[in-house]
Structures are given as C-alpha cells and as structure tokens.
C-alpha cells in the first residue's frame, strides 16, 4: 500500500465522498426540526407559544413546519411512534 492510498478518504455511498459542510448543514436542519417539532409539541400545537419559546417570529415558523413537513399530532400519538 502506497503512503498516498493510505491518507486518501475512502468514498461515500454515491460518489460524493467528504462532504463536511452538507453533513453538518443536515445535522443542524435535523436538530432543528426536532428542536420545533418538540416545541410544538409541549405547547400544544399552539404555534404563536412556540414562536415565542423558539424565539423567533410566527411568519418563519409557519415557514419551518411547512418546510420540515410538520404536521399536527396530538402529543400521546406523537410519543407512540417513536417506541
């Protein structure tokens, strides 16, 4: 094995390879979803309450839910599905 085959990054699935900035910029959209998603929750599904709590204006929530596909669960069914 060759110094060179040895430090080179093996390729990800789909020929993308290491793409650090696309990981890290899902794993903020994914922590922030459930971040929103658990908001919503604990308030009720009371969207101005959690515009509030999240610190920003009802207008960009409504944006969030809309484009993380949150849609309105009742707490208890929300907890179901993820056991």
Known sequence: MTEHQ???PIPLPG???YDLKAMAKKA?????REHIKNTLIY???NRKAAAK???ISYKALL???EK???THLTPIEDLRTKE
């Open 53 to 55: 709590l999240l610190q």
């Open 68 to 70: 993380y596909g949150l």
């Open 15 to 17: 020929g993308k390879g």
């Open 28 to 32: 903020a959209e994914t922590a922030e």
């Open 6 to 8: 040895r430090l080179s």
């Open 43 to 45: 308030t009720n599904w």
């Open 63 to 65: 944006y969030k839910i």
